[in-house]
């Protein structure tokens, strides 16, 4: 058999909590920041969690569980 890899592509950009859920950075932040607002962009900066309803695909890139 061979070794099961994770997806390179998801443990560049997933983090896993001390509780089990999955962080992630938010979208929209890289370019044309001259039209978005200021509390906007602070948002953006923020990290944020992966819905329940993705968690299962993204744990099976990881392969967690």
């Known amino acids: 058999m061979p070794k099961v890899k994770t997806k390179s592509s ?4 997933f983090t896993l909590t001390g ?3 999955i962080r992630r950075k938010h979208a929209y932040k890289s370019h044309i920041l001259t039209k ?8 953006l900066t923020k990290m ?18």
């Open 19 to 21: 509780t089990g859920k």
């Open 36 to 43: 978005k607002s200021t509390k906007r962009k602070k948002n």
């Open 10 to 13: 998801a443990k560049k950009r």
């Open 48 to 65: 944020g969690l992966v819905h329940e309803s993705d968690e299962g695909r993204v744990k099976a890139m990881l392969r967690i569980g």
